[in-house]
């Protein structure tokens, strides 16, 4: 087992923590908040002072922050310490640009980094079920498969360094265009007189199957058991969504790519968030989406 380095430690970066030191790594954990350092000691980690202390003498150093700048910051901070025999993994949500540049960086020291993004929540960060899209070198993906192996259920390398970030973006503005597309046409047949249940049995089998539709059905009390269910708590927050498809749109005005549907979610999951609902999970869209057509 190896010495890892986790910087990061709330929500997400917590559980997947955890879930290295529980697969018996030595796990050195840092993060600016103290509450998320001594749970992280709970969960069988060692917390340490800094970002340079947590990188230094690691096989692996794995970061879950908020945004670029964070990553940027952390790896400006820590990276003097770091060996050229340490693979680097940030598996924040970030944009693509700073990804390619933080790994840029990293290599012209002689150190290897992958971007690996991850899908899924909370819930699948403590689980340990995570998927993970990586961006790096082959030689880098296959170093940091193991790690990631031991946080996931599923880890993909999606291309060169960049790529788990871009694969990350464009399947989060799928969903959120997918996610008001289901709301949108559930408010519609719930006013055309259609039973919600009905509805999802036909549509769940028919052409407007999605994941939005089968596995995280917005409307409560239909379909498996999702955050609808839980008055909208608990699952992927709007303010999260909205993050996402803003650094898509950021992404596709780079790429010059036209993409109307993600514009459009954009717009609406701002309306959400404004409306102070951006701690409520993405589903609960559907309420605005029915407020607004009464
Ligand atoms: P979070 O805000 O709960 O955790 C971020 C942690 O980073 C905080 O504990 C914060 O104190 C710490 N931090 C910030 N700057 C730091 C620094 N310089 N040094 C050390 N620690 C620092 O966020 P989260 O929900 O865990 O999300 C983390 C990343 O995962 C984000 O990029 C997010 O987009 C992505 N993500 C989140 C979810 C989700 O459901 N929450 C799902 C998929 C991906």
Same mark, same amino acid.
């Given at each position: ?5 986790? /910087? ?7 559980? @997947? ?7 018996? %790594?030595?796990? !050195? ?20 002072? #800094? ?18 700048? %964070? ?6 901070? #820590?990276?003097?310490? *770091?060996?050229? #025999? ?7 949500? /970030? ?5 390619? !540049? ?15 993004? *991850?899908?899924? =929540? ?10 993970? @899209?990586?961006?790096? #070198? ?16 599923? *880890?993909? %390398? ?15 503005? $799928?969903?959120?265009?997918?996610? $008001? ?36 059905? +917005?409307?409560?009390? *239909? =379909? +498996?058991?999702? +955050? ?20 898509? @749109? ?5 790429? %010059?790519?036209?993409? +109307? @549907? ?33």
């Amino acid at each position: 087992m190896a010495r890892v380095g986790f /910087i990061g430690l709330g929500n997400m970066g917590g559980g @997947m923590a955890a879930n290295l030191a529980k697969a018996g %790594h030595d796990v !050195r954990a840092f993060d600016l908040s103290a509450d998320a350092l001594a749970r992280a000691q709970a969960a069988g980690c060692l917390p340490v002072d #800094s970002a340079a202390a947590a990188a230094d003498g690691a096989e692996a150093v794995v970061t879950m922050l908020p945004a670029g700048a %964070h990553v940027e910051q952390v790896y400006a901070d #820590s990276l003097g310490g *770091v060996a050229a #025999s340490t693979i680097l993994i940030d598996c924040s949500t /970030i944009d693509v640009t700073t990804a390619r !540049r933080v790994a840029d960086n990293a290599a012209t020291r002689g150190i290897a980094a992958v971007d690996a993004p *991850v899908s899924g =929540g909370i819930a699948a960060a403590n689980a340990g079920t995570l998927t993970f @899209m990586v961006g790096g #070198s082959a030689e880098a993906f296959e170093r940091a498969r193991p790690f990631l192996e031991d946080m996931g259920k599923a *880890v993909i %390398h999606a291309g060169a360094s960049g790529a788990g970030q871009a694969a990350k973006l464009c399947n989060n503005l $799928i969903l959120g265009s997918t996610m $008001i597309a289901t709301c949108e046409a559930f408010v519609l047949a719930q006013r055309l007189g259609l039973d919600a249940q009905t509805f999802f049995d036909i549509a769940s089998k028919a052409t407007a199957q999605s994941w939005s539709m089968t596995s995280y059905c +917005p409307v409560p009390g *239909v =379909g +498996p058991e999702s +955050p609808a269910d839980r008055d909208y708590q608990g699952g992927f927050a709007g303010a999260l969504m909205l993050k996402d498809l803003k650094l898509a @749109m950021a992404a596709a005005a780079d790429a %010059h790519a036209d993409v +109307p @549907m993600g514009t459009r979610a954009t717009e609406l999951y701002t309306a959400f968030t404004e409306a102070g609902r951006g701690g409520e999970d993405f589903s609960g869209i559907i309420r605005m989406l029915a407020d607004a057509a009464r």
